[in-house]
């Protein structure tokens, strides 16, 4: 990125609060994005791991909670 500030609480409240499930998140999001899915923000940076950041500070992305019976 280039030289962003990105506050660590607004990143971890997209994974409720699960460092691991952020990073998973991310990488899901930037192996979706390099396989040809459209950007969902504004204006779109050449790479797709900023893309996936930017994605999630805009509140574009989050983790989907699943809960087992």
Known sequence: MSEMYIPR???L???NGSIYELT???AKR???LADGDAP???HPETKVLEN???EVLEDKIIVKVSRKK
Do not use: P
């Open 30 to 32: 930037a192996l979706e």
């Open 40 to 42: 969902l923000v504004d």
């Open 52 to 54: 996936a950041f930017r």
């Open 24 to 26: 998973i998140l991310l």
């Open 13 to 15: 409240k997209a994974s």
């Open 9 to 11: 609480g607004k990143l």
